[in-house]
Structures are given as C-alpha cells and as structure tokens.
C-alpha cells in the first residue's frame, strides 16, 4: 500500500502527470488513424523519451499503449475502418449504430467500456504482477528458459494465420539476437566485419524498421487514400440505464481481456474477438447484433482495453512480453536501464508502482478526453496518408539516429523496413520477429547457463517441477492449433457425411 | 503447389544453411565444451529454423495454388520501389546534404512520386516538418542531428 501511495505521489508530480497526459494523446491519435497500430506509435515514442527520466518515460510509452487500444475504436466507429487491428470486431456494432444517427451514442459506449476494462486490469496488474514476481523470484536458469520458450511458442497464434510462418518469424528473431559479442565465450559472431554489429542489433532501430517503416512502405503500395468523415457526431451519449444495461457484459469482457492479455504473445485483437462473440453467446437478444447494439460495442472494446494491463503482468513480473505492444515497451525499458523481470520489482520498486499508477490515470484520462473530445479526435482521420506517411518515415530516420548518433542504426532500420515489406508480402508478421529478438538473449543465456551449472545435462530441464509445467505449456501450446484444425476439419467431414 | 511459399522457403533455406557454414569459422578457445563456445547456440537456433523451413517446403508444395494470386500493377511497384528508393536517398542526405535540407527534400521526392499534385500541401509540408523536427530534436530533446554540408 505504501508502494501505491510512493507511486501515487510521483505521478502526480508536474513532469509525470504531463507524460501521461502526452501518451494519452497521442495514443488516441495514432489509434483513431488507420494503418498506424499501436506496437507503432510506441516504438515512434521511444526516440522522445531518451533524455527522460525512466517514470515519465515509461509512462508515457504505457499511457500511449492505452490510449490508442480505445483510439482504434473511433475509426471503427465512423467509417468502418479499424484504427488498430484490436477495433476490428468494434466495426461489427459501432458502424451500423452510427450510421443509424447514433456515433456520439457508439463513441461514448466504446469510451465508457474502454476505460472501465483497463481499469480493471490495471487493478489485476497491481494485484497479481508483484506477486507473479515473488514466485518467479525463486527461479533459475532452466525455469527461464523454459518459461521464455514458452513465451516463443505462443507467438504461432500472433500475427499471421501460419503457425509455422509465426514460428519462423519468432526463431529469426532470436537469431538476430544472437549477431555480437557473444555474453559467454567474448567471441564475435555474424558481425561481418562491421565494428558496429560486434555490439549487436539493437532493439529499437529493428523495431522501429518492422512496425513504422514497413507500414509506410505498404502506404505507398496503396498510393493517395482520403477517408472521408460524412458522419456528424450526434446522438446522445450512453444513458445510466444503458450502461447498467451491459454490466454483465463489461465484467465478463473485462476477465477475458485481462485473461487473454497475461497468456505471452496473445494481444487485444484475440480478447477482442472473445469478447465479442462471449458477448452474443451470453445476450438475451443475439439476433440484435450487427444492427448497432450497444453490447456488440461494450464486449470487444472492453476486453481489449482490459488485455493492455493483462499483457503489462508477465512483462514487468517475468520479462515475458504479453503482446507486440508490451514486446516494445520491454524493449523501452531496456534502454532505460532497467530489466523486466522479478528483480525489477526489487531494484526499481518507485519505477515499478509509478507505471502502475500511471497506468490507471492513462484510463481515467482517456476517458475524459474519449467522452469530451470526440468530435475533436474525428478530425485527425481526415489527415491524407500522403502527408503523414513521409513525415512518420522522417521519424523513424531522425528518431533512429537519436539512440546512438549513429547512422548505422539508421540503414539498419530501413533494412528492417524492406524486409518487414518483403515478408509481409509473404505472410509474416512482424511481432513473432521482434518477439523473438527480446527473448533471444534471455533464451541463449538461461540455456547455456543451465548446462554450464547442471554440468551438460540436457534432462535438467525435465526433473524441475516449474521447467517441466512449462515445456508441457509449450508443447500444448504448439498442438494446439493442429488439434484445433484437426477438430475443425472432423466436423466439416461429418457435416459433409 | 504454392510457388510463393516455396520460393521463399527456398530462399530462406539457402540463407540459413551459409549461416550455419559460417559458423565454423567463429573462434573459440580449444579447451572449452561445446555448448559453451559461441558458436553453439546460433547452431541450435539455425537448426531449429532449417527444420521449420522444411515443414514450410513441404506445406507449399502439398497446397493447392495460392488463392490471392493477383500480380501488383506496374504502377504500384513502381512506386513502391520509388518510396524505397526516396528513402535510401533521405539516408545518404542525412549524411552528405543535412539532416533539414534532407527531410524537405525526401519529403517533396515521396510525394511528387506518390501523384500529390497539390503544391501548396507539398510546399507546406516540406517546410513545416524540418522546422518541428528541429524544434523538437535540437532545441527541446538536445540530439544533435548531423548537419552534413548544408544544414
């Protein structure tokens, strides 16, 4: 309680309360624009906040996070356009509320659910996050490298539909961790000759090029595109009665999104979806949705916005990022120095307690600005791609430089850029890639680690009981989407019989 | 048969397996055992990978044709690869021309390439950008950005 009170009394301080404000901000408008997700905005952020100290730094990153998980839902809601992947099932029951004259009604829905499903969670996170800490407190190098392996299989259900694309993605992230010095032997390897890769890639010039630069790329591929806003902003926001009307709905939300957000490397866009098809399953009137009902809106956008405290638990309690977004944040953190995990909790309690807070305050905030400044967010989806795609490249190339001053950070992110381009193309995603570049080096040293200290005995992963629930998570985790389709395909057969 | 897949895992496979051969030629010092010298785990990490690309081969060649099997315009790829290109060109400006000068001008270079024929928008946004840049980077966050032979 104390610790709260400390984290309380520091965000309230000028400096941070501005930074969440800021991240708040922003992450609505990068949300509300489509084709700029939230993992982007973040990694865009991170150049601004070099030369802040660690709390408003964080916080602002963690604010924008939340603040553009609810932003994706305006495009949603006005032109049936998702702002963020994570709004896509908003688009099934805002768009048509809206069009029925209803768009204030649908944007203050969105907004109260938003907010009440990260509020939520970010009172799961204070709860839980310590506690996941204490236990993981207590492991060594083999619990790590089964838990961070179980983190990497995950990914076969992030980004891309092929499990085994995912997977591939995930396992050139970690072999792009592995470029340097190695930590163990002070061998270099794959540097090529190049003074610059002996200190390995950093995360951010990577993350910058697969998220930000690739997106610009992929604007150009769609050339000049306007949206046009014909929808005014009119209808009366949610009545007391209504909101009380999807209360089941918003706590039902509120534990898959918070649920769905702690499992590694599942994100918003999976609770989103849970939400809302838990939301139909369990209304008294299903057939209503898809016409504009106000539970079709309540269920997704709370369950995603309940999934960013989830995904921030097994990335601040176990360095484990629980989605693309947080994976960028750990990766934020790093450059802050400090490292996620359980002695994090330990080492920078303030930092810790204060993100927490700030975490909380982005959700009250967002909704003030969501229920006030609708009409005002609207406006930014009529900024045309054209302008904002070479201004946003301008900032992945001046924000790059600004880690080290070096421009070789720089050619490596437009690299990033052309190969995150070329792969999408081919059906990879980028966040199993950046994924696996935050867990390569936890992986390599807690298995090298492990063999050293157990003297090369590969079975000492199977004998800890903490190592063995994790492989079996693992291998559960891998099956699963070939038991699933197994199932998916039995059925069709006996349907076809 | 999924020739997209497959050319790509082709190609992907060929990449891993030099990484691989290249890794025989990292140092290590004699007496150490193997999972501890530095070449151990991007072996593992490559194996891991090969195998993968291998069910990645096998899948594409077992699929039907790749339903979404529609050719990019002309136009598009051409535009593309202008972006790209406008972009490597902002990389070699920031160094040799400025950082400002560069921005107005990669600027200008993406949306002429884009089709904007609005010039007052270009003209605008050319201006305005490298100003906030400068504000932001240089004045408020004190990064000094490299200044080339312009500025």
């Given at each position: 309680m104390d610790q709260l009170m400390v984290g309380f009394m520091t965000i309230m301080e000028p400096m941070n309360f501005l930074s969440v404000f800021v991240g708040v901000l922003g992450g609505m408008i990068i949300g509300a624009m489509p084709g700029l997700t939230a993992p982007m905005g973040v990694a865009l952020l991170i150049p601004f906040t070099y030369g802040m100290q660690p709390v408003p730094a964080i916080t602002m990153l963690v604010s924008l996070y939340c603040g553009a998980t609810f932003g994706g839902s305006i495009a949603a809601i006005?032109?049936?356009?998702?702002?963020?992947?994570?709004?896509?099932?908003?688009?099934?029951?805002g768009y048509p509320l809206a069009q029925k004259g209803q768009a204030g009604k649908a944007l203050g829905m969105a907004c109260i659910s938003s907010a009440l499903g990260g509020l939520f969670s970010v009172v799961v996170l204070i709860l839980l996050a310590p506690v996941l800490a204490e236990i993981a407190i207590k492991f060594g190098p083999p619990e790590y490298f089964a838990l961070a392996v179980f983190g990497l299989s995950m990914i076969s259900s992030l980004g891309s539909r092929s499990v085994v694309k995912n997977l591939l993605g995930g396992t050139i992230g970690v072999f792009i961790a592995c470029v340097g010095m190695d930590s163990i032997s002070g061998f270099s390897r794959y540097d090529f000759g190049l003074t610059h890769l002996m200190d390995g890639i950093s995360f951010i010039p990577v993350m910058i090029g697969l998220f930000a630069a690739t997106e610009v790329f992929r604007q150009a591929e769609i050339g000049i595109r306007k949206i046009v806003?014909?929808?005014?902003?009119?209808g009366l926001l949610p009545t007391w009665k209504e909101i009380k009307s999807v209360k089941t709905t918003l706590l039902r939300s509120s534990l898959i999104g918070t649920f769905i957000g702690i499992l590694p490397a599942e994100g918003g866009t999976v609770a989103s979806f849970i939400g809302y098809n838990e939301a139909k399953r369990f209304s008294k009137t299903p057939e209503k949705f898809g016409t504009g009902c106000l539970e079709g809106i309540a269920g997704p956008e709370c369950a995603n916005n309940a999934a960013t405290g989830g995904a921030m638990i097994p990335t601040m309690a176990l360095g484990i990022p629980g989605s693309g977004t947080t994976a960028v944040i750990l990766g934020a953190l790093l450059v802050h120095g400090m490292r996620p995990g359980p002695l994090l909790f330990l080492q920078h309690t303030n930092v810790v307690y204060a993100v927490f807070i700030g975490m909380f305050l982005a959700n009250l905030m967002f909704l003030g600005l969501g229920l006030g400044g609708a009409k005002i967010f609207s406006q930014i989806l009529r900024v045309p791609n054209y302008v904002l795609s070479p201004i946003i490249l301008v900032l992945c190339v001046v924000g790059t430089y600004a880690l080290h001053n070096n421009m070789a950070d720089v050619w490596i992110m437009l690299v990033c850029g052309l190969i995150g381009y070329k792969m999408k193309a081919y059906g990879f995603a980028a966040a199993p890639i950046v994924l696996g570049l935050v867990l390569g080096e936890l992986i390599e040293i807690s298995l090298r680690r492990s063999l050293i200290v157990f003297d090369n005995n590969p079975f000492v992963f199977f004998t800890r009981p903490w190592s063995l629930a994790f492989i079996i998570l693992t291998v559960v985790g891998l099956c699963m989407p070939l038991i699933t389709s197994w199932i998916e395909n039995r059925g069709q057969n006996n349907k076809e019989k | 048969m999924n020739n997209k897949d497959l050319r790509m895992a082709l190609v992907l496979m060929v990449i891993f397996i030099i990484l691989y051969a290249m890794s025989f030629s990292f140092q290590s010092s004699g007496v150490v055992k193997s999972h501890t010298t530095a070449a151990f785990f991007p072996r593992v990490v490559l194996l891991v990978a090969m195998f993968l690309t291998l069910i990645m081969i096998i899948q594409s060649i077992r699929q039907g044709p790749d339903a979404a099997k529609k050719k990019m315009d002309k136009a598009v790829v051409k535009r593309v690869a202008l972006t790209m290109a406008c972009a490597a060109g902002f990389g070699l400006g920031v160094v040799y021309l400025g950082t400002l000068v560069s921005i107005a001008l990669f600027i200008v270079a993406t949306m002429v390439v884009w089709g904007v024929e609005s010039k007052r928008v270009i003209i605008i946004t050319a201006l305005l950008t490298p100003l906030l840049i400068y504000l932001v980077f240089?004045?408020?966050?004190?990064v000094q950005l490299p200044s080339g032979i312009l500025i």
């Amino acid at each position: 309680m104390d610790q709260l009170m400390v984290g309380f009394m520091t965000i309230m301080e000028p400096m941070n309360f501005l930074s969440v404000f800021v991240g708040v901000l922003g992450g609505m408008i990068i949300g509300a624009m489509p084709g700029l997700t939230a993992p982007m905005g973040v990694a865009l952020l991170i150049p601004f906040t070099y030369g802040m100290q660690p709390v408003p730094a964080i916080t602002m990153l963690v604010s924008l996070y939340c603040g553009a998980t609810f932003g994706g839902s305006i495009a949603a809601i006005l032109v049936h356009a998702p702002g963020t992947p994570a709004a896509a099932a908003t688009t099934f029951d805002g768009y048509p509320l809206a069009q029925k004259g209803q768009a204030g009604k649908a944007l203050g829905m969105a907004c109260i659910s938003s907010a009440l499903g990260g509020l939520f969670s970010v009172v799961v996170l204070i709860l839980l996050a310590p506690v996941l800490a204490e236990i993981a407190i207590k492991f060594g190098p083999p619990e790590y490298f089964a838990l961070a392996v179980f983190g990497l299989s995950m990914i076969s259900s992030l980004g891309s539909r092929s499990v085994v694309k995912n997977l591939l993605g995930g396992t050139i992230g970690v072999f792009i961790a592995c470029v340097g010095m190695d930590s163990i032997s002070g061998f270099s390897r794959y540097d090529f000759g190049l003074t610059h890769l002996m200190d390995g890639i950093s995360f951010i010039p990577v993350m910058i090029g697969l998220f930000a630069a690739t997106e610009v790329f992929r604007q150009a591929e769609i050339g000049i595109r306007k949206i046009v806003v014909d929808r005014k902003i009119s209808g009366l926001l949610p009545t007391w009665k209504e909101i009380k009307s999807v209360k089941t709905t918003l706590l039902r939300s509120s534990l898959i999104g918070t649920f769905i957000g702690i499992l590694p490397a599942e994100g918003g866009t999976v609770a989103s979806f849970i939400g809302y098809n838990e939301a139909k399953r369990f209304s008294k009137t299903p057939e209503k949705f898809g016409t504009g009902c106000l539970e079709g809106i309540a269920g997704p956008e709370c369950a995603n916005n309940a999934a960013t405290g989830g995904a921030m638990i097994p990335t601040m309690a176990l360095g484990i990022p629980g989605s693309g977004t947080t994976a960028v944040i750990l990766g934020a953190l790093l450059v802050h120095g400090m490292r996620p995990g359980p002695l994090l909790f330990l080492q920078h309690t303030n930092v810790v307690y204060a993100v927490f807070i700030g975490m909380f305050l982005a959700n009250l905030m967002f909704l003030g600005l969501g229920l006030g400044g609708a009409k005002i967010f609207s406006q930014i989806l009529r900024v045309p791609n054209y302008v904002l795609s070479p201004i946003i490249l301008v900032l992945c190339v001046v924000g790059t430089y600004a880690l080290h001053n070096n421009m070789a950070d720089v050619w490596i992110m437009l690299v990033c850029g052309l190969i995150g381009y070329k792969m999408k193309a081919y059906g990879f995603a980028a966040a199993p890639i950046v994924l696996g570049l935050v867990l390569g080096e936890l992986i390599e040293i807690s298995l090298r680690r492990s063999l050293i200290v157990f003297d090369n005995n590969p079975f000492v992963f199977f004998t800890r009981p903490w190592s063995l629930a994790f492989i079996i998570l693992t291998v559960v985790g891998l099956c699963m989407p070939l038991i699933t389709s197994w199932i998916e395909n039995r059925g069709q057969n006996n349907k076809e019989k | 048969m999924n020739n997209k897949d497959l050319r790509m895992a082709l190609v992907l496979m060929v990449i891993f397996i030099i990484l691989y051969a290249m890794s025989f030629s990292f140092q290590s010092s004699g007496v150490v055992k193997s999972h501890t010298t530095a070449a151990f785990f991007p072996r593992v990490v490559l194996l891991v990978a090969m195998f993968l690309t291998l069910i990645m081969i096998i899948q594409s060649i077992r699929q039907g044709p790749d339903a979404a099997k529609k050719k990019m315009d002309k136009a598009v790829v051409k535009r593309v690869a202008l972006t790209m290109a406008c972009a490597a060109g902002f990389g070699l400006g920031v160094v040799y021309l400025g950082t400002l000068v560069s921005i107005a001008l990669f600027i200008v270079a993406t949306m002429v390439v884009w089709g904007v024929e609005s010039k007052r928008v270009i003209i605008i946004t050319a201006l305005l950008t490298p100003l906030l840049i400068y504000l932001v980077f240089n004045q408020i966050l004190l990064v000094q950005l490299p200044s080339g032979i312009l500025i």
